[in-house]
Every structure is written in C-alpha cells, then in structure tokens.
Antibody
Framework: QVQLQESGPGLVKPSETLSLICSVSSGSISSSSYYWGWIRQPPGKGLEWIGSIYYSGSTYYNPSLKSRVTISVDTSQNQFSLKLSSVTAADTAVYYC?????????????WGQGTMVTVSS | DIRMTQSPSSVSASVGDRVTITCRASQGISSWLAWYQQKPGKAPKLLIYAASSLQSGVPSRFSGSGSGTDFTLTISSLQPEDFATYYCQQAHSLPLFTFGPGTKVDIK
C-alpha cells in the first residue's frame, strides 16, 4: 500500500520560507494515473488546497497562494516538495500531502499523516 | 473559480439516526465530487468519489448522490465512530481543486 510522509521544520519565522518534503513509499511517483498535492488546515478550520504537481513537473496552484508557492518533484527520490515564501502567522497550519487519483475522478485517495507548521518569531 | 458550500455547518444527531449533508457547487461539476471524513488529529479519509461511488473499505451506510451543482452525503444509521467532520471536494477543474467548508456531526 502506497504511503506518504511529510517532513520539514515545525517552526518557521515570519517572512521566511516554509519548506516541506513528501516522501512516497511502496509505489512510484511517476505513474500517469496520479497527481500529487499539498493541502493545509489552520487550527480549527477547514481544508485548503495549496497546489498539485504531475510527475512530469507540471504544476497547478491555488490562485490565492500562487505568488508565494512553488511545488517541485524529484522522481529519482520518489518525493515532491512544497515551498511557501514570505510566511505570516496566517500560514500556521497542519500541512498534508496527498495523492490525486485520476481513476477515482480526481479524489485525494491517500494522505500523509500531516505535519504541523507554526509561524512565529 | 468553483466555490463549494455545505449545509448545515453542524448537526447534532444520535446513534441510529439518518444524517444528510448537502454540498453545492457554484457551477456545474457533473459528478466530479468527493466526500471525506476527518476525525480530530487525523488526516481526512476518502469516503465517496464520483459523487456516488463508495471507496473500497468504506461501510455501506455511507452513500452519495447528486450531479451538476447539488450533492448529498447520507449516513443511513449513524454509528459512534461516525462522529466527525465531513468535507466535499470538487475535481471538475482537475488538477485544480476546491473543498467545501465542512460539516461537523456531533452527539446530540
């Protein structure tokens, strides 16, 4: 069974760049049937899609975050990453990586456990 | 952008109750809709995809219906483990996505 695992700093200073990696195990990130995505959830709030990437490197971003987000993929390491620049306290959230399965009409069928990122000086 | 709304925002129910949650899209999305269950401190879990298809391993008391702009998630007989928050998500604009704001199901 494919598993996803987020990793990265749990504390980021305001104005700096948040960087996270999602490692994919027991399956290839290079399958044509999937996109790979980042979703976040501020404390006590709902889910917000941040962006998605295809194994070819094509990227798609939430318009509200597009100016600050970069998602990239490393197929040799079977992982993809998120960078969010110029962070503020409003970016404090649990960050999830997830698999988008085209065969189930674009649903996120596998999720990482999530990692809490706090923006604070 | 496609916007998603859900109603109600919260519902109090008892074990054995039938619970229905509604999700509405700001424009037609055919059947490109998924439903998720999230429990506190856990990642969301896929329940329904393509508006009405049950994800493998999900109990049959969960069902989804709808097409176009209006969708429903029904729990036919609420179980103790079903108390959670439920989200809809549109994938019509794949690979761009939007989630609904969520519906919390708690104990009456």
């Amino acid at each position: 069974q494919v598993q996803l695992q987020e990793s990265g700093p749990g504390l980021v200073k305001p104005s700096e760049t948040l960087s996270l990696i999602c490692s994919v195990s027991s399956g290839s990130i290079s399958s044509s049937s999937y996109y790979w995505g980042w979703i976040r959830q501020p404390p006590g709030k709902g889910l917000e899609w941040i962006g998605s990437i295809y194994y070819s490197g094509s990227t798609y971003y939430n318009p509200s975050l597009k100016s600050r987000v970069t998602i990239s993929v490393d197929t040799s390491q079977n992982q993809f990453s998120l960078k969010l620049s110029s962070v503020t306290a409003a970016d404090t959230a649990v960050y999830y990586c997830a698999r988008v399965n085209i065969m189930v009409r674009g649903a996120f069928d596998i999720w990482g456990q999530g990692t809490m990122v706090t923006v604070s000086s | 952008d496609i916007r998603m709304t859900q109603s109600p925002s919260s519902v109090s129910a008892s074990v054995g109750d039938r619970v229905t949650i509604t999700c509405r899209a700001s424009q037609g999305i055919s059947s490109w809709l998924a439903w998720y269950q999230q429990k506190p401190g856990k990642a969301p879990k896929l329940l329904i995809y393509a508006a009405s298809s049950l994800q493998s391993g999900v109990p049959s008391r969960f069902s989804g219906s709808g097409s176009g702009t209006d969708f429903t998630l029904t729990i036919s007989s609420l179980q103790p483990e079903d108390f959670a928050t439920y989200y809809c998500q549109q994938a019509h604009s794949l690979p761009l996505f939007t989630f609904g704001p969520g519906t919390k199901v708690d104990i009456k």
